[in-house]
């Protein structure tokens, strides 16, 4: 690991022992993206928000944690967009339409119920993105976050702004608890993305310190997480014959 990355993980275990300790988010919550009590609480909050009922497409995570979200998304007719796992196939993306899914929108929002019941779309076929919902292990008020280390989230921003479906326009907001919000730095790199806005059960913060990659960081990859997520190889051959490099 670099030293950025060994400081994001000190960062991530001390937040997630602190949510353990404190009793606010299930058992097995260590090493994932925490589902903390109060996400219900926080769905509502984020709901009332302005840049919430201007938005018509959403894209948010597939965690446990974001389904509240995801379901007052569909409930509320809003077009949304969940990342496939591992962002595996050329069709990295769950497509939920509310006006087309048959089944019951808490049913659809979930990870298996999207395999199930969702359309499987790239990024040729996706809508512009008025809000991206953004799963944390921790966030700073100037609207630095980190994720559980695997890296498909910066990812997927990465892959949308690319493709110009994320732009300057799109909101991104990140709801978690309270104990998730710190308030010292948190260690970034060029691939990492700021949030807009974080919204705990009690409190929506406005970050104004807004950073966001042009793209994808290439340079941050591997060639073994190229080579496991199609999507990425196959831009990257693109990249190599349009620079005269591959």
């Known amino acids: 690991m670099t030293d950025v990355e060994l400081a994001k993980e000190a960062v991530r275990d001390k937040v997630w022992r602190r949510l353990l300790g404190e009793g606010v988010v299930p058992p097995d919550s260590y090493g994932k993206i925490p589902g903390f009590y109060g996400a219900e609480a926080t769905a509502e909050r984020v709901a009332e928000l302005d840049f919430w009922q201007r938005a018509s497409t959403v894209k948010a995570n597939p965690d446990w944690a974001q389904l509240p979200v995801r379901v007052r998304a569909l409930e509320d007719g ?16 769950y497509l939920l339409d509310p006006a087309t899914i048959a089944v019951s929108v808490e049913e659809a929002a979930t990870k298996k119920g999207a395999a199930r019941f969702a359309r499987r779309v790239g990024v040729e ?3 512009p993105i008025d809000l991206v919902v953004c799963g944390c292990v921790a966030v700073n008020r100037s609207g630095a976050r980190i994720g559980k280390g695997a890296g498909y ?14 732009t300057g326009e799109t909101v991104i907001v990140a709801p978690v608890h309270a104990l998730q ?14 949030v807009d806005y974080i919204v705990t059960p009690d409190e929506v913060i406005a970050c104004a310190d807004r950073r966001r990659p042009s793209g994808i960081v290439w340079n941050d990859l ?6 496991a997520i199609p999507i990425l190889a196959v831009q990257q051959e693109r990249r190599g ?6």
């Open 78 to 93: 809003k077009r949304l967009y969940m990342a496939v796992p591992k962002m595996a196939g050329l069709q990295p993306f």
């Open 125 to 127: 076929d996706m809508r």
């Open 153 to 166: 989230s910066d990812l997927e921003v990465a892959l949308l702004i690319e493709a110009g479906l994320v």
């Open 181 to 194: 919000v710190l308030d010292e730095d948190i260690p970034e790199t060029g691939h990492d993305f700021s």
């Open 222 to 227: 591997t060639a073994e997480k190229i080579a």
């Open 241 to 246: 014959r349009t620079t005269g490099t591959g």
